[in-house]
T-cell receptor, first 114, second 114 residues
C-alpha cells in the first residue's frame, strides 16, 4: 500500500533530543525526505537522505535509515520551542511506472515545552 | 518565503459551487504539484503538471481538474463542492520532475465548504 506511517504525537522538553520515526513502503525508494510544517504555513524541506546511506547529519538534525526494516528516523538535538511543528517523512512512489509521485506520511506533531 | 504563491489564502463557499485555486511556481520551476491536506486523509497527492502537460495523477476526484498554462502558473478547479472537500490545498513546485527533486510549497488555500 501507500501508507507511510508515523506516530501522531511527540512531546519533549526544551533542550532534550527528539526522535521522530517513520516506516515507509517502497524498499527501492531512492531518496527519503523530512519536511516540516509550521502552523499556518506550507511544508518546508528539512533534509533528505539517499538510499545508499545509513546516516546523514546536518547541524542539529540526524537522519537514520534502516533499509532492511524500511525505517527512517529524524533526531533533533537540543530541541527548541521553535522546533514545535508537524514533521512529515516522504518517499517517491511509482519509480518503475514513469509517473512518480511524492507520498507523505501521516505527520508527527512535535510539541516542545519550555 | 518559498517563492511559490497561492491565491486566495482563504475561500468560503457553499455546497454545489465551483471554485478555482491559483498557483504561481518559483521562477524557473517547470513542475507544479497539487496536494490536499485534511484531518482525516492527511496529505494527499492530487496531480502534477510538467511544462504544461499532466505528468502524474493521484487521488484526484473527477469533480476536480487542473491545468498548467504557458506562463507555468497552474489552476485547480473544484466543482460540485461537498462538505468533505473542505481542506487545505497546497501547491508545490520543482525544477524538474519529482525524482530527486526538492519540492517547494506554497502556504496553501484554506477551503471551507458550508
Amino acid at each position: 500500500g501507500e501508507d507511510v506511517e508515523q506516530s501522531l504525537f511527540l512531546s519533549v522538553r526544551e533542550g532534550d533530543s527528539s526522535v521522530i520515526n517513520c516506516t515507509y513502503t517502497d524498499s527501492s525508494s531512492t531518496y527519503l525526505y523530512w519536511y516540516k510544517q509550521e502552523p499556518g504555513a506550507g511544508l518546508q524541506l528539512l533534509t533528505y537522505i539517499f538510499s545508499n546511506m545509513d546516516m546523514k547529519q546536518d547541524q542539529r538534525l540526524t537522519v537514520l535509515l534502516n533499509k532492511k526494516d524500511k525505517h527512517l528516523s529524524l533526531r533533533i538535538a537540543d530541541t527548541q520551542t521553535g522546533d514545535s511543528a508537524i514533521y512529515f517523512c516522504a518517499e517517491i512512489l511509482g519509480k518503475n511506472t514513469g509517473f512518480q509521485k511524492l507520498v507523505f506520511g501521516t505527520g508527527t506533531r512535535l510539541l516542545v515545552s519550555p | 518565503d518559498s517563492g511559490v504563491t497561492q491565491t486566495p489564502k482563504h475561500l468560503i463557499t457553499a455546497t454545489g459551487q465551483r471554485v478555482t485555486l491559483r498557483c504561481s511556481p518559483r521562477s524557473g520551476d517547470l513542475s507544479v504539484y497539487w496536494y490536499q491536506q485534511s484531518l482525516d486523509q492527511g496529505l494527499q497527492f492530487l496531480i502534477q503538471y510538467y511544462n504544461g502537460e499532466e505528468r502524474a495523477k493521484g487521488n484526484i476526484l473527477e469533480r476536480f481538474s487542473a491545468q498548467q498554462f504557458p506562463d507555468l502558473h497552474s489552476e485547480l478547479n473544484l466543482s460540485s463542492l461537498e462538505l468533505g472537500d473542505s481542506a487545505l490545498y497546497f501547491c508545490a513546485s520543482s525544477v524538474g520532475t519529482v525524482n530527486e527533486e526538492k519540492l517547494f510549497f506554497g502556504s496553501g488555500t484554506q477551503l471551507s465548504v458550508l
